[in-house]
């Protein structure tokens, strides 16, 4: 046993515990020993990207799993929660292009070779950092485990579903219109473009008729219009009808194009004629396969202008959107501009404007595998928390969309497939072929795989998979998956699509969704705004478990986290709180925690719950309803209820309640003192175990200093104890007493309304009064008479005296407890004119407020352009005024004013 320091010294203690941690392997999953299948927990880790460091949405995403994880292990299970990285590619091949480009290079300078050595470099250094700052927080995950998507392993493993679905029919290679980041120089799946809204303009161009009146069309893109191959209308629109199948003159190239009948056209936007665009609209494309009309590409992979654009050949699309308004100006053709907001897609990775080109790519063919991830969710094999976020998933995955899967990076999974240079002959293989059958040399596809390609894999490859591993046998399915709501399509619904292709179940049996980490305001955190909060600043500056517990204050499953500075704060305070706790806790105890002959002080069994003093009853029927409320709310998800009960708990309930109250015993002597002893060691013992999924660090420094069973949370090989493998507290119902609970509620009544009536009038906190009570009945009166010793400690009280009656005065203050009234005479203690004064110029203040918050919350326009959540805390914010004032004059008018 020892003692602790004045104060918690994070940046001493949390390394120091983790190492310890990782030393004595209690992160270490144990498939060997003999456990039912039951008895196992498994999680993977959402790997984050190998592109630099975490952030505010790692640190969430990895505190939400780690507080299950934990309070999984200390129930005893077999717990596996397997850590890993993602090579990201098309992310990490921007980060390595921009240090080439600070240097004057590029990557073809290095040669592809070159460039994947020089990007290895950046994994291994960004690696390090990455796992250093998961184990700042305090990730428990199981090290030995630890994979990165282009792990040998893994790697086999994509090449091995790559060949299976292409053998399958579900791999196939295609001409197709894609999204393409002319920056990245790379194909885009749909999920990685982001669309904004952007104010632009609606072009009216005239096209003359060919025999026929000219037709007008409308466009936001005129420089696409040089690859127009068709003007489609609508088969219902009469304003059309009787010139379907003739033709109209493209102006500026001069090509004829037929005017064809569509029903996907709208003949209510625009002019109802839509100019078709084969090589650059992906809704153009399928008009075009409709009614096989050519595709010509007037944009090229770097977003310049084709040899097909004639006279704007070469230049820069945007420059020639341009030059294409004024050549249809100038030609009588332009019949009118306006504005126009729509949606433009953007590069994910890099922001640049995305361009729909026709190009020759890899494709998986999705909705045979999506449709079995629709039936298992569905038929409940894969739970989805909270449930709306079900409906969402089924939206999705219902109009979903052929995944193109080719990208032309170099960093990435190399697609398994090579051309025979002799007879054109593609074969897809896990293994590289020598030559062809035909004899003629092969040459490998120079794209690679979309980075979530191997991502869906994660379940299972890395757990051994294709083998069929001891890990994959007893871990997959995996329990649980916690991640952000950004990455359900992304990642999720690919793992669920292709763990059931090939593992013939899912990945996880639920996945509960979390929101987004935003700034206090509840804006999204961005280095534009100045509002990132960085995890790392804040763990050096605050600690990891005041960082972790503010997050898990937060979380609630699909709900977005406003996190403020306030916040930060509080739950730092909670920390110091449960230090200093502690620390008296051993200062006072001293030599009751040195063992006797025989027997640890653990040993000291709680005395007989009838022969226990009122506090110690309560206290053990508290923490008892504590442990089994942080079960319930942690089995739902709900971290921020957790949490908050924890907090209540420690601070209000047993620091400054029973910690208060037990001070007497623990200054006695004899049974008193043991029992106090037995009591205090066995709930504090509990409260920190509860509390060490929250907040590991400072609850294992704790821990460690107090009394134990020799057998309590021993590792496996009995070398060493860790409160990480101690058993999580449950519920203790014998302890249960609903009859001493009231009792202690009607002390607690008393007392605060004492303290309460002081502070309001002003009395000097070491100043002692006296209290009468009257009113009271028998049984309310027998529990404040036995408890009147921690009543006057508590309320700092003279007396505490029972009245039939009291003189009503002025200077008596008066308050109502239940049945009761409660008596504090202050004449002579409390100047009641200066008293007086002193509250009017607080009722003045106050009006002032409430009629600011009156006059902004009337106001139309902040109402309507205010954050919600910021509209919320002013109107909070006014009933709590207004409540003050109420009670303000309440006071004034017992004083006469």
Request: with cysteine; proline share 5%; hydrophobic share 40%.
């Amino acid at each position: 046993m020892g003692d602790l320091p004045k104060a918690f010294n994070h940046a001493e203690v949390d390394p120091k515990w983790y190492a310890f941690w990782e030393s004595i392997g209690a992160f270490t999953a144990h498939p060997e020993v003999d456990r039912p299948r039951g008895e196992r927990f498994s999680m993977v880790l959402p790997p984050p990207n190998v592109t630099g460091s975490l952030h505010i949405g790692h640190a969430l995403n990895q505190t939400l799993p780690d507080i299950i994880i934990r309070w999984k292990r200390m129930g005893g299970l077999d717990v596996l929660w397997l850590p890993g990285t993602d090579h990201a590619g098309i992310a990490t091949q921007n980060v390595v292009e921009k240090h080439l480009a600070a240097e004057g290079k590029t990557r073809h300078d290095l040669g592809r070779e070159a460039f994947e050595a020089r990007v290895w470099e950046w994994v291994k250094h960004s690696h390090g950092t990455i796992t250093g700052q998961m184990r700042k927080l305090g990730s428990s995950v199981d090290w030995s485990r630890e994979r990165f998507t282009l792990d040998p392993g893994l790697s086999r493993a994509v090449r091995r579903v790559f060949v299976e679905l292409y053998g399958g029919g579900l791999i196939y290679r295609d001409r197709y219109i894609v999204n393409w980041c002319p920056r990245c120089r790379t194909a885009l799946s749909d999920l990685e473009v982001v669309h904004r809204d952007m104010s632009g303009k609606l072009y009216h161009i005239r096209y003359p008729g060919i025999g026929i009146r000219d037709v007008q069309v409308a466009t936001t893109r005129p420089e696409t219009m040089l690859g127009d191959t068709a003007v489609a209308v609508s088969p219902s629109d009469g304003r059309y009808r009787d010139i379907v199948g003739s033709r109209v003159r493209l102006p500026i190239i001069g090509r004829e194009l037929p005017i064809v009948a569509d029903e996907f056209v709208d003949s209510s936007f625009g002019t109802g004629a839509l100019k078709v665009t084969p090589g650059h609209d992906p809704n153009d494309f399928e008009i075009g396969r409709r009614h096989q009309l050519a595709q010509v590409s007037v944009i090229d992979e770097d977003g310049r202008m084709t040899a097909e654009a004639g006279p704007y050949a070469g230049q820069d699309r945007f420059k020639a959107r341009a030059g294409v308004v004024q050549q249809l100006e100038r030609e009588g053709l332009l019949v009118k501009v306006e504005d126009h907001r729509h949606a433009v897609g953007h590069c994910d990775r890099c922001g640049t404007i995305v361009e729909p080109l026709v190009s020759t790519q890899w494709f998986v063919r999705i909705k045979p595998l999506a449709e079995e991830a629709i039936n298992a969710v569905e038929d409940g094999r894969t739970r989805i928390v909270p449930e709306n976020w079900s409906k969402i998933y089924f939206d999705w995955m219902l109009n979903i969309h052929d995944w193109c899967i080719s990208r032309q990076l170099w960093w990435g999974h190399r697609i398994p497939a090579w051309y025979c240079e002799r007879c054109g002959r593609t074969i897809v293989a896990e293994d590289a072929p020598d030559r062809c059958e035909c004899g003629g040399s092969l040459r490998q596809d120079p794209d690679v795989l979309d980075t979530w390609f191997s991502s869906g894999l994660w379940s299972f490859s890395t757990m051994g998979w294709p083998e069929r591993t001891n890990d994959l046998s007893r871990y997959y399915p995996t329990d649980l998956l916690i991640t952000g709501f950004d990455i359900i399509f992304f990642w999720v619904a690919r793992m669920m699509m292709l763990g059931l292709r090939f593992m013939r179940d899912v990945p996880f049996r639920t996945v509960c969704i979390h929101g987004l980490v935003r700034d206090a305001q509840g804006q999204k955190m961005s280095k534009s705004k100045g509002n990132v909060v960085n995890p790392l600043v804040v763990m050096d500056d605050i600690g990891a478990d005041a960082f972790r517990f503010a997050l898990a204050g937060l979380a609630s499953p699909g709900m977005d986290i406003a996190l403020s500075e306030g916040r930060l704060r509080g739950a730092r305070l909670f920390i110091n709180k449960i230090w200093n706790a502690s620390r008296f806790l051993l200062i006072n105890l001293g030599p009751a925690l040195s063992p006797v002959a025989g027997q640890t002080p653990h040993d000291r069994r709680l005395p007989p719950l009838a022969t226990l003093d009122l506090i110690h009853r309560w206290i053990l029927d508290r923490v008892s309803h504590l442990a089994g409320e942080v079960q319930d709310l942690l089995g739902e998800f709900r971290f921020d209820q957790a949490a908050e009960r924890l907090y209540q708990f420690f601070w209000h309930e047993y620091a400054d309640w029973y910690v208060e109250m037990v001070k007497s015993h623990l200054q006695s002597t004899g049974e008193t003192r043991d029992a106090a002893t037995a009591v205090i060691l066995e709930v504090h013992d509990r409260v920190l175990r509860l509390l060490h999924p929250f907040t590991p660090f400072i609850t294992e420094e704790i821990w460690q200093q107090l009394p134990k069973a020799a057998d309590v949370g021993r590792t496996l090989d009995g070398t060493a104890q860790t409160i990480a493998l101690a058993t999580y507290p449950t519920i203790e119902p014998s302890w249960h007493d609903s009859d001493v609970v009231a009792r202690m509620e009607l002390i607690k009544a008393v007392t605060t309304t004492i303290r309460t009536a002081r502070a309001e009038r002003g009395v000097p906190p070491s100043r002692k009064v006296s209290a009468m009570v009257t009113g009271a009945e028998d049984g309310s009166r027998a529990v404040l008479t036995s408890a009147s010793d921690y009543v006057k400690r508590l309320a700092n009280l003279e007396a505490l005296e029972f009245r039939q009656e009291v003189t009503r005065s002025p200077d008596t203050v008066r308050r109502v407890v239940r049945e009761m009234q409660i008596h504090i005479p202050l004449a002579g203690i409390v100047d009641r004119e200066a008293e007086r004064r002193r509250l009017e110029k607080d009722v003045v203040g106050k009006e002032r407020q409430r009629r600011s918050l009156e006059t902004q919350l009337a106001n139309p326009d902040f109402l309507e352009r205010a954050d919600p959540d910021i509209v919320g805390e002013k109107r909070a914010l006014m009933e709590t005024v207004s409540g003050d004032l109420e009670r303000l004059r309440d006071i004034l008018q017992e004083l006469g004013g």
